[in-house]
C-alpha cells in the first residue's frame, strides 16, 4: 500500500528543523513529551508510553537511517500488536524555508479494528503534529 504522506513547507532554516526531529529536548516540545531517550544514530533504539482512547500504547522506535540534515528513518512498532510501521522524515531546503516530508508506511498492518491504528486517524496525527506542533515550535522560536 502506498505511505501516508504530509508535507509543510517551514518558514525555519533546515538546520533548525533537523535539530527538531532529532534532539530529544526539542522533540518533547512539539512531538511525544514522553520521549526519554533519542539519538538520531541507525540502531539507536527507544521506548514509551502513550495514552490513548483509555488504552496504553508502547512505542518502540528504531533509527534505520541517518542522513544528516536531510533524512532520517525508523521502525516504529508495539509489542502489544502485531504489525510494523516505517516512518521517515526527509527535508529539502526551499526558496521560501524549508519542505518537511513524512512518509508513513505499514499502517496497514496493525489491527484495523483499533481506531487509532486506521489510515486516516494516522494521516490527521502527522498533519497535527507537522502542520500544527511543529510548525508552531520552529516558526514561533524564531521572533
Not at 504530509?6 to 529536548?25: G, H, M, N
Not at 534505520?64 to 516505517?86: A, F, M, N, Q
Not at 487509532?116 to 502542520?131: D, L, N, P, T
Request: glycine share 8%; proline share 6%.
Amino acid at each position: 500500500m502506498k505511505p501516508i504522506v504530509v508535507s509543510q513547507i517551514l518558514e525555519a532554516p533546515k538546520d533548525k528543523i533537523w535539530a527538531a526531529i532529532t534532539e530529544r529536548e526539542e522533540m518533547v516540545q512539539w512531538y511525544f513529551e514522553q520521549i526519554r531517550e533519542f539519538r538520531p544514530v541507525k540502531g539507536f533504539s527507544t521506548a514509551f508510553d502513550v495514552e490513548s482512547g483509555g488504552r496504553v500504547f508502547r512505542h518502540q522506535w528504531e533509527v534505520t537511517e541517518v542522513v544528516p540534515g536531510e533524512r532520517i528513518t525508523y521502525s516504529w512498532d508495539y509489542p502489544d500488536y502485531p504489525g510494523e510501521g516505517l516512518v521517515s522524515f526527509e527535508l529539502e531546503e526551499k526558496e521560501e524555508g524549508t519542505l518537511i516530508r513524512v512518509l508513513n508506511w505499514g499502517i496497514e498492518t496493525f489491527p484495523q479494528e483499533i481506531p487509532e491504528f486506521s489510515r486516516e486517524s494516522c494521516k490527521a496525527g502527522w498533519e497535527y503534529f507537522i502542520q500544527g506542533r511543529l510548525r508552531e515550535y520552529v516558526e514561533g522560536r524564531q521572533a
